[in-house]
């Protein structure tokens, strides 16, 4: 086989298979995408779990990381791995998620192995692209070397909103030339839904609950911002419920099981007599389960950025209790501005404010959710044309018109 005529080899990087729903829709996004764009590819998947990946996708999967036997041994083995795995590649793909922040992330962890991955890919003269990312908040000066000498190195730079772009501008990085784009995971399918089922009696509020320690949790865990937090969404609850509302409680992430449990035990303490059927908790395995649960809501709350995503994509009246400016941001993109919060300092005073406000006039914003959310998708659209071209030299099939699939 000449070198014409062989497959492309392309290889997707990122933390994928850990549970997190929103890294893995935005994984599925760019699958989507590259299946259709290149059938024909290779496909290797750089992560933190490949067998949770190769199990879930039937892809080729390697890990972020290899063994050594010190820590200066296994920072040099790396080196050399990625080196390996890269030069095998025509491309390199970074597809969404908050890469090139340090949330819970030490220098030495993410920061450091995006750069690694990045260098071997520019020694091996692999293209590199970021694709609709998150950046920043960044506090540590190793951590900001390291992501933005790794910025440098892309071919193609996109992010998935205006304070990513903003952040990085204003570490002095060049952004002239790099656009803004919505999250990928807007380009997703919308999961199909059940037959239509008699209305509710009870308004239905889905609350996302998050196992959010603060920013810097990788540092020192703080139970202090969990209770308070937790705290919060439990005395919000118990008022939805004293008014005759269904409350659902809903995860992002595997982790945040915890966090839905803890939840509904405070809930349950504060009102034994409760009945059972007006607090509801199941446990999601993914994202197109949380597309699932988050369908039976009137209102949704939550925390995490793709809990949000997923509920705006649906056209579901949403509130933001987020720990970044870029929760606030997507709200406000979504015809939503002043339905935000941030999660360290949650007024429930405000928040009871704004979700009489969001049921009240539900008729009102439903329609504009749904219209911003197809124009997020025509403008995905727009880039994979452009992606696909940079990357390709060629241009793409064109998205789909947005409709339902089965979910398996």
């Not at 039976?296 to 209790?321: E, N, W, Y």
């Not at 197809?374 to 659209?381: C, F, G, V, W, Y």
């Not at 044309?385 to 064109?398: T, W, Y």
């Amino acid at each position: 086989m000449t070198m014409q005529s062989r497959p492309m080899k392309i290889g997707v990087f990122g933390n994928f298979g850990i549970g997190n729903f929103g890294n893995e829709a935005t994984f599925a996004a760019m699958l989507d995408t590259l299946k259709r764009f290149r059938p024909d590819a290779e496909l290797t998947c750089i992560c933190t779990n490949p067998d949770q990946v190769r199990q879930d996708y039937g892809l080729q999967a390697v890990p972020l990381n290899t063994a050594g036997r010190s820590p200066l041994m296994r920072k040099l083995s790396n080196i050399w791995y990625a080196i390996e795995v890269v030069r095998k590649l025509d491309v390199l793909i970074i597809p969404g998620t908050g890469i090139l922040n340090d949330y819970c992330a030490p220098p030495f962890g993410l920061p450091y192995t995006l750069f690694r991955w990045s260098l071997a890919a520019r020694l091996c003269g692999t293209r590199l692209a970021l694709v609709s990312i998150g950046a920043g908040p960044l506090h540590h000066g190793l951590t900001k070397w390291f992501v933005l000498r790794s910025a440098a190195m892309a071919t193609y730079r996109s992010y998935r909103n205006e304070f990513s772009k903003n952040y990085l501008a204003g570490l002095g990085f060049d952004v002239s030339n790099d656009p803004v784009y919505p999250d990928l995971a807007f380009a997703l399918p919308i999961p199909s839904a059940p037959p239509q089922a008699a209305p509710a009696q009870r308004l239905t509020v889905c609350i996302g609950a998050m196992h959010y320690q603060g920013w810097r949790g990788h540092l020192e865990t703080d139970e202090n911002i969990y209770e308070t937090y937790l705290g919060k969404l439990r005395d919000f609850a118990l008022w939805l419920l004293e008014r005759g509302m269904r409350v659902q409680l809903v995860m992002g992430d595997e982790r945040d099981w915890r966090a839905v449990c803890d939840l509904r035990q405070a809930i349950s303490a504060a009102r034994p007599s409760l009945p059972d059927d007006l607090v509801v908790v199941e446990r999601a395995a993914g994202w197109q389960d949380a597309f699932r649960q988050l369908r039976a809501a009137d209102i949704v709350v939550a925390t995490r950025f793709h809990t949000l995503v997923f509920a705006l994509m649906l056209g579901k009246p949403t509130i933001s209790v987020g720990y970044s400016e870029y929760h606030a941001e997507l709200i406000e993109t979504m015809g939503l501005g002043g339905f935000a919060q941030h999660s360290e300092s949650i007024d429930l005073e405000v928040l009871i404010n704004q979700f009489s406000e969001l049921s009240s006039n539900r008729a009102k914003y439903e329609p504009v959710i749904m219209q911003r959310a197809e124009t997020a998708r025509s403008m995905l659209a727009d880039q994979e044309q452009k992606v696909m071209h940079r990357l390709f030299g060629q241009s793409s099939q064109p998205l789909g018109a947005t409709k339902d699939v089965a979910v398996s």
